[in-house]
T-cell receptor, first 113, second 115 residues
Framework: AQTVTQSQPEMSVQEAETVTLSCTYDTSESDYYLFWYKQPPSRQMILVIRQEAYKQQNATENRFSVNFQKAAKSFSLKISDSQLGDAAMYFCASLPWGQNFVFGPGTRLSVLP | DVKVTQSSRYLVKRTGEKVFLECVQDMDHENMFWYRQDPGLGLRLIYFSYDVKMKEKGDIPEGYSVSREKKERFSLILESASTNQTSMYLC??????????????FGPGTRLLVL
């Protein structure tokens, strides 16, 4: 079975600092996608960033970037210049080709002023 | 922007009641999904649908059924609600024709409490 592990149930970061959220996944497929989703308190879950496994270059979206280590099956999310609005639950997810999403248990991020 | 809406944000039901959760998306997406979200477990797929009148079981379909009579609407049905179905329910949609195909777009969620 495919699994996604997020080993940090909770994390905190000072405003304007950088934080990295960890994610490891397990898939036997060679073709897959990886995602980070953000769920703010009482608000809709939205896509933060996605990565195609065949691309070696790490995806970047403004202050959000990933460190994709395919051999290690690791997909961490780095948030630079953290802002109060970054406080949320973050879910890592994998999508093996032809299969359904597999989500991790989530990491709750607090941003301290 | 994709908009996915769910009929209720909060719902309180009694054990044994039949519960309907409705989801509507306005972007003509072919694929629709129902998840439940529980602390420490992330999101788990209940049912999904790739087309009208079509449905497939996800990882935890027991105690649930679905209906997709129209492309934009996907309903989750709890035939006889039980307390272990107390959870947050999330609907999502996606489209293979979308520029960010495979990406799922989520509704705001329905927090269901079964007493």
């Amino acid at each position: 079975a495919q699994t996604v592990t997020q080993s940090q149930p909770e994390m905190s970061v000072q405003e304007a600092e950088t934080v990295t959220l960890s994610c490891t996944y397990d898939t036997s497929e060679s073709d897959y996608y990886l995602f980070w989703y953000k769920q703010p308190p009482s608000r809709q879950m939205i896509l933060v960033i996605r990565q195609e496994a065949y691309k070696q270059q790490n995806a970047t979206e403004n202050r959000f970037s990933v460190n994709f280590q395919k051999a290690a099956k690791s997909f961490s999310l780095k948030i630079s210049d953290s802002q109060l609005g970054d406080a949320a639950m973050y879910f890592c997810a994998s999508l093996p080709w032809g299969q359904n999403f597999v989500f991790g248990p989530g990491t709750r991020l607090s941003v301290l002023p | 922007d994709v908009k996915v809406t769910q009929s209720s944000r909060y719902l309180v039901k009694r054990t044994g009641e039949k519960v309907f959760l409705e989801c509507v998306q306005d972007m003509d997406h072919e694929n629709m999904f129902w998840y439940r979200q529980d602390p420490g477990l992330g999101l788990r797929l209940i049912y999904f649908s790739y087309d009208v009148k079509m449905k497939e079981k996800g990882d935890i379909p027991e105690g649930y059924s679905v209906s997709r009579e129209k492309k934009e609407r996907f309903s989750l049905i709890l035939e006889s609600a039980s307390t272990n179905q107390t959870s947050m329910y999330l609907c999502a949609s996606s489209s293979p024709g979308h520029p960010l195909r495979e990406t799922q777009y989520f509704g705001p969620g329905t927090r269901l409490l079964v007493l």
